[in-house]
């Protein structure tokens, strides 16, 4: 009995002190992809392509006036919004309406109830597509709020024909409730670190589809959306595609916000173990290997093992310290996010929690999404006939 308890301690003492050492080196990476200069563009303003955004729309949330008006305030010479819906009775659709009577020279509202697979978003791109009317697209969520400077932002980089899309990447904001705060430490204190490690070391392809540019003649290459409406993580999906037909992608050093809106714990649950269950879904070896980027959960697990002797107790205040002032520098320093640094005392509860999340994402079978339950199958794929909300 004694081996094996010294056994365990060994065990996660491994993913303690490589999830400690991962984080210095996220902070690295966010350090190396700041001083990125932002890609440089010598076109005059006639010369900017004209550009079409695909907003799509699924009831009101957060701050949802703000975030599609931010959309049709940009700084670009010639665009069109789309702003699409599946139900013409989406209580979405009469802000839809006064914001199109607004910018009426702008702005098309699409209300098109198509159905090509379990994936909701898609279903919803599929409507607002179908009323575009220029070849560059920029998708981009109805949570997302779009500063003036955006679209000559992520636009700027399709000049070069190599490049098959461009992302930016996003900030959580508007926080109110602790579990929403949580959300936010989750996308702002993990995620988006991950993503800038794996873009600045290569180690993995991702594809964020929140904030995407793209041509319609590429997205046509690989098929169109149609194919992508069976896929849980459609945007990897998609990204994945351009990669294998030579493209390449570009993520700028450009935020865009994010409005976390969150009405119960279990909802913010639920999205938790969803966002897992996309990581599984899109890239399996690399879900696994994040159990060695976990130092705090098993930081607690090895000070529980030794039943919080001096030792243990010392090796989980000193793991949850460096966790928080890694993640405190890369949210004030690399991310200017106030709202994040005020929420830092709950970050070692989430780094708990995710670990929960992980666990479940590797036995679940199902996926709730907009409170439907999905089938989740092999290689990432929704069942057919189960349609979200």
């Known amino acids: 009995m004694e081996f094996f308890l010294s056994f365990l301690q060994w065990l996660f003492l491994i993913p303690t002190v490589g999830g400690s050492i991962y984080g210095l080196l996220c902070l690295f990476a966010v350090w190396r992809f700041r001083s990125q200069a932002p890609p440089p563009s010598q076109r005059r ?9 695909l907003k799509p729309v699924c009831g009101l949330e957060k701050n949802l006036k703000i975030n599609l008006r931010s959309a049709c305030l940009q700084d670009y010479p010639q665009f069109q ?86 992302c930016t990447l996003y ?5 109110d409730r602790w579990f ?60 994945r595609r351009l990669w294998d037909s030579g493209k390449r992608m570009v993520l700028v050093p450009y935020f865009v916000d994010i409005a976390v809106d969150l009405k119960s714990f279990s909802q913010w649950w639920n999205h938790q173990v969803c966002w897992d269950q996309k990581t599984r879904a899109a890239q399996p070896a ?31 205040a000193g793991i949850s310290g460096l966790r928080l002032a890694t993640a405190a520098v890369i949210l004030g320093w690399g991310f200017r996010d106030r709202e994040g640094l005020k929420s830092l005392a709950l970050l070692p509860l989430r780094d708990l929690a995710a670990l929960v999340s992980w666990v479940l994402a590797l036995t679940k079978k199902t996926v709730i999404w907009r409170g439907s339950k ?14 979200p909300r």
């Open 45 to 53: 303003p006639s010369q900017w392509p004209p550009v079409t955004i």
């Open 81 to 166: 919004v789309v702003f699409s819906v599946q139900d013409p009775c989406d209580p979405a659709v009469p802000l839809l309406r006064e914001i199109q009577k607004e910018f009426p020279a702008n702005v098309s509202v699409a209300i098109e109830n198509q159905h090509a697979g379990p994936n909701g978003k898609i279903n919803n791109l599929l409507g607002a597509l179908s009323h575009a009317r220029h070849d560059i697209l920029v998708l981009s969520d109805s949570d997302v709020r779009l500063e003036p400077n955006y679209l000559k932002t992520i636009i700027a980089p399709l000049a070069d024909p190599k490049v098959g899309f461009v």
């Open 171 to 175: 900030k959580a904001t508007s926080a």
């Open 180 to 239: 929403e705060k949580m959300e936010l430490l989750t996308l702002n204190g993990d995620f988006i670190p991950n993503v800038i490690f794996a873009y600045v070391s290569g180690a993995s392809r991702f594809c964020l589809g929140s904030s995407i540019a793209l041509r319609r003649s590429h997205l046509k290459e690989i098929g169109g959306l149609e194919p992508l409406a069976d896929y849980l993580a459609e945007d990897y999906e998609m990204g």
């Open 286 to 316: 690399g879900f696994f290997a994040t159990i060695m980027t976990r130092s705090v959960p098993f930081a607690f697990l090895f000070a529980a093992s030794r039943l919080g002797d001096a030792l243990g107790l010392a090796t989980l």
């Open 374 to 387: 999905l089938i989740l199958t092999r290689n990432g794929r929704l069942a057919r006939g189960v349609f």
